[in-house]
């Protein structure tokens, strides 16, 4: 089965260690709780271009080690390779950022059989559609987290495991599963793939 993997708050806990960098920049404290939609900046006060600004700085000098994996990620994307799937990381972050995305991949998930897609740049406005991605790869399963782009994907025919988030409570379709976490990612991912 070829699944495909959002890289921020599906495998990497990226807006744990983006607020602790903000906080050590500014002084401002915040939780993952405040953003009620997947836009930092309405939360932090500050424009569009500060906010890119101040996620790019935090692309270009964090270390692998400060973005952890999301609980029990590893455990799970370790046993889907085990079983011969075919895992894509769809990412929306900037295309520049992709080195970086497979070096995290590659530290954490201790392996180099995952392909990485960048999706384009989230901030700015030039996303590539996901969904369109998926459907050129043949990928049938999406795990996502952003509200919008699992819409996407659902209306493309994808069946979208929806991480739980802040930003994504109103979102429905009869082809997206809402999970909390990998526990019940990897249990929908067994049922999904008994009907696909």
């Known amino acids: 089965m070829k699944i495909g993997i959002d890289l921020d708050e599906v495998i990497a806990d990226f807006m744990d260690a983006l ?3 903000y906080y050590k920049k500014t002084g401002r404290l915040h ?3 405040e953003f009620l939609e997947n ?4 939360v932090w006060g500050i424009t569009i271009e500060e906010a890119i600004k101040i996620t790019d700085e935090f692309h270009e000098t964090h270390i692998l080690a400060e973005v952890k994996p999301i609980k029990n990620a590893v455990k ?3 046993e889907l390779l085990t079983k011969e799937d075919e895992l894509f990381v769809i990412t929306a972050r900037p295309s520049r950022f992709q080195k970086k995305a497979e070096e995290w991949i ?3 998930l201790e392996t180099n059989k995952i392909k990485v897609f960048p999706a384009g740049d989230f901030y700015k406005g030039q996303a590539a559609n996901k969904a369109e991605i998926c459907n050129e790869q043949g990928i049938k399963i999406m795990l996502e987290d952003s509200g919008d782009t699992a819409l996407e994907c659902a209306d493309s025919g994808i069946k979208v495991l929806l991480f739980d988030q802040p930003w994504n409570k109103d979102i429905h379709h009869e082809n997206i599963v809402r ?3 990998w526990e019940e990612a990897g249990e929908e991912i067994n049922k999904l793939k008994k009907i696909i």
């Open 19 to 21: 607020l602790k960098f």
């Open 31 to 33: 939780k993952k709780e």
């Open 39 to 42: 836009k930092w900046w309405p």
């Open 76 to 78: 799970h994307i370790q």
């Open 106 to 108: 590659n530290h954490h």
């Open 179 to 181: 999970v909390n976490g």
